[in-house]
């Protein structure tokens, strides 16, 4: 019910509507406060709430700075749960009580950047990412057709689309489309397209405001366009242009009006703009004002844009493997990645314990699968396998990697893992036999290593044959379903090949289209009819109120991706 009332209610992030104001336009909450007292009730209590706190919630990235201890200056308050004390006023009060705010944002993408001109030193690479040119052809060829997984504040659906119909060509048009790509400006979309591919002429509102609007064909986009054009078309000083732009950005009417009246004037004794010119520039300003955006703050994410989409284009196998080192533990992210790989024809190559690392690496221009990336495993384990590695050389048989495991970083459940993933073909090619056995070869590192400990050497603890090992059951290596099946709970996803691979020529002769092929012709037909072939590879059963029956969301993978589908109970 709660939820079938909040959906009457219109979302307008640019824009939020009160609650009286959502009476007011919707006829179906006024049926439903009229039709049903508890939600008459509920909107009662719900006037009188709004506007109140609910909770006392923390900038994430606000600090405040003092010429002294805070708390002579200001009540602070302090979350239990963190060790952080917190300023008590609100962001606004604590300005005027003397503070300076700092919002420091720590992104993610700054460390990709880093560890993927760390991996290019490796191979002999010296990037300093702070002097790449920014007229790069081949970065904005890859912005231009939309190739930007993993590429920062660029990635989503919309954004690519947005990226292939605007092609950017220059570095100003990154920081556009970061600030128009957002509710409210984004239906300036079609506008910019239109004047940038010449269909449409731009409107500059006034000859003396082109200089200003040109880079962005027209459109205010930048609350610093805003400031620009009060400034040289109404002689406002900078700071007043600042308070017209928040009195614009806020909507507060009496400050509006005030604004309205010296703009006016301004623009008669300035620019001799007639008071109704003056007034319609004023209120497109305003329109533009109220979702504006600061161009220094798009700018410097435009900026880690580029970087990133610069290191995809020019290094995309070291921007890769830095990518997915920063997605370790998430599963459908790493998919993604996977996905992309096969797009730009890179290869993956399976985790190993004589190759692999803790982070996804770089080995002969392909992407090696970090071990810490496996499920379960752990980044502890790894370690101890990698350091072991890197002090004695690598593992020449299983009985040898037995011998030198730290078996406090490592139990049963790991050993699967890693037996499932095939990460130990290299010193044992069967899989079935390490995972069957896991329990008994665990227990026996255990042995040596106690034994290890106690000054004892046991009767083969030179030999580093594996016809010492304990007696394991002999059990036959999985058919290649039940290989792949095990890799995939291993892994999260298909990595070594699809269950699908050795149908794809029959599917073809039947013309079965796979993902990939379907996204191809929807990218300019609406819809499409298709026989397709997939393997499921989860379920999630949901009800419907609204129709009175389940159905289900399944997770789908083909050779060329992974996809989700709903279908109905009677399906």
Known sequence: QVDRIAKMIPFNPANPVTLQEAIDQTEDLQNARREDENVAKLLDIGLQLEGLYRHASTHAAGVVIGDRPLDKLIPLYRDPRSDMPVTQYNMKYVELAGL????FLGLKTMTVIQKCVDLLKKQGVDIDILKLPLEDEKTYELLSAGDTVGVFQLESGGMRDMLRKVKPDRFEEIIALVSLYRPGPM????TYVAIKNGEKEPDYLHPKLKPYLEETYGIMIYQEQVMQAAQTLAGYSLGGADLL?????????EAMDAEREKFVKGAKEVSDVDEKQANFIFDQ????????FNKSHAAAYALIAYWTAYLKANHPVSFMAASMSLDLQNTDKLAIFKQELDNLEIDILPPDINHSRVEFSVENGCVRYALSALKGVGEKAVETIVEGREADGEYTSLKDFLTRLNVKAMNRRQFEVL??????????DNRAKLHGSADI?????????????????GLFEESSDDKDLPQISDIPEWDMFDRLRYEYDAIGFYLSSHPLDPLRDQLRDLNFKFYKEVLEVLETENAVLVETAAVISKVQEKFSAKIGKKFGIIQFSDPTGAYEAMMFSDM
């Open 441 to 457: 070869l665990v227990r026996y590192a255990q042995t040596l290593a106690a034994e290890r400990e106690s000054g004892q050497s």
């Open 285 to 292: 300003i305003a329109k533009f004002a109220g979702y504006g």
């Open 419 to 428: 037996a499932a993933s095939g990460a130990f073909d290299t010193v044992l």
């Open 187 to 190: 239906d300036n979309i079609p």
């Open 100 to 103: 300076v705010k700092f919002d």
């Open 245 to 253: 732009r928040r009195a614009m950005g806020k909507k507060i009417k």
